[in-house]
């Protein structure tokens, strides 16, 4: 019989695709003398039982939910877990109310966008590309010309949030559009940045506004 946790963990597994070892360690074994040794012992009774998968092509191991249709050495698993060392820094920086992963408001192929996350982070709404391969210009607009397009859709809910994108790289970004777009390294290096004082509200747009230097 399935315990709280492990169900906890195989939802987690759905909700980011895929987590290592160390991360599941991390999330749900903290406080405990050995996590990484009960992290193995749970997640081997749990692969043992057809309840969970595995890879081994990277070290520490990486799971995935019973459903997740994934390749063990694909490439996508670097961007997942990419995705999910981001929710980890927002969990320690504190006050986050929401997480999304991957999102969708449309077909791609209609041109909608689709975020990396979307998430609610201190009362303020973020769409977060965790940005791993270098963008050519033409690529990087055409993303943001998505953004434009869904917010001009109307589908979400204003505040509409703010677009962050997570590189190493740095992007010549135009100021024009009608939301605010930032970009930064890390979540971390991001929050640093910013303000220790909250801008006040827009009129009807509610919650705290996160505020640039």
Known sequence: MLTNR????????????VMDRDSIAELFFAGLKSPKDAANNVLLRLL???????STAF???CYFGPNIMMKQQSQKIGHFL?????????????ELESFLVEPKYGRKKDGCCEPDIHASFRRTPFFIEV??????????????DRYCQLYESGAIAKPFPHV????DQR???????????????SFTEFMSSLRSEPAPSRPNEGGVRIVVK
């Not at 992007?171 to 390294?185: L, P, T, W």
């Open 164 to 167: 962050l994108i997570l590189s």
């Open 82 to 94: 990419a995705i999910l060392n981001v929710y980890k820094e927002m969990l320690k920086l504190g």
């Open 48 to 54: 043992r039982d057809g309840e969970i998968q595995r």
């Open 171 to 185: 992007y010549a970004i135009d100021d024009n559009y009608s939301f605010k777009v930032f970009q930064s390294e």
């Open 59 to 61: 070290i520490p191991y």
């Open 6 to 17: 492990d169900k906890q963990i195989i939802k987690a597994l759905d909700k980011f695709r």
């Open 131 to 144: 940005q791993k391969t270098v963008y050519s210009t033409k690529q990087m607009d055409e993303k943001l």
